[in-house]
């Protein structure tokens, strides 16, 4: 079976702490790592929690980037999918990574519809 789409869910630790509860600057690299990625931006969606942590949405017409930031933790969840051969989620992701200042990261890509889970361990330089 063909793959149908591509998810990359990336663990980043060890990131810039005040970057993480910034919720402007935050929208505005998911909104630079999809244009990046060659995607065309539908909608965007970020929440401020209090007393820190972000999490938001970029919906593309391919799918969608999301974050859910911890920052008394350095953490980041985050989560790339993307639909068709147009979007290289894997530039979105670097992006998102360098941005935060990501020292540590675990980076896995899903292929999607394929009728089998079967992660890949990537390595993005």
């Not at 992701?93 to 990537?122: C, F, N, W």
Request: charged letters at 20%; a negative charge.
């Amino acid at each position: 079976m063909e793959v149908l789409g591509r998810q990359i869910i990336a663990e980043l630790w060890d990131c810039n702490i005040s970057t993480l509860n910034n919720i402007e600057l935050i929208k505005q690299v998911f909104i630079d790592a999809a244009l990046q990625a060659g995607a065309e931006i539908r909608e965007v969606v970020f929440h401020q929690f209090s007393p820190y942590g972000i999490s938001g949405v970029v919906i593309i017409s391919e799918s969608h980037l999301t974050i859910h930031s911890f920052p008394e933790k350095g953490y980041a969840s985050i989560d790339v999918y993307t639909c068709g051969k147009k979007v290289d989620p894997t530039i979105a992701v670097k992006y998102i990574t360098e941005a935060l200042e990501a020292k540590k990261s675990e980076i896995i890509e899903i292929p999607r519809g394929m009728g089998t889970v079967q992660p890949i361990l990537l390595e993005i330089e």
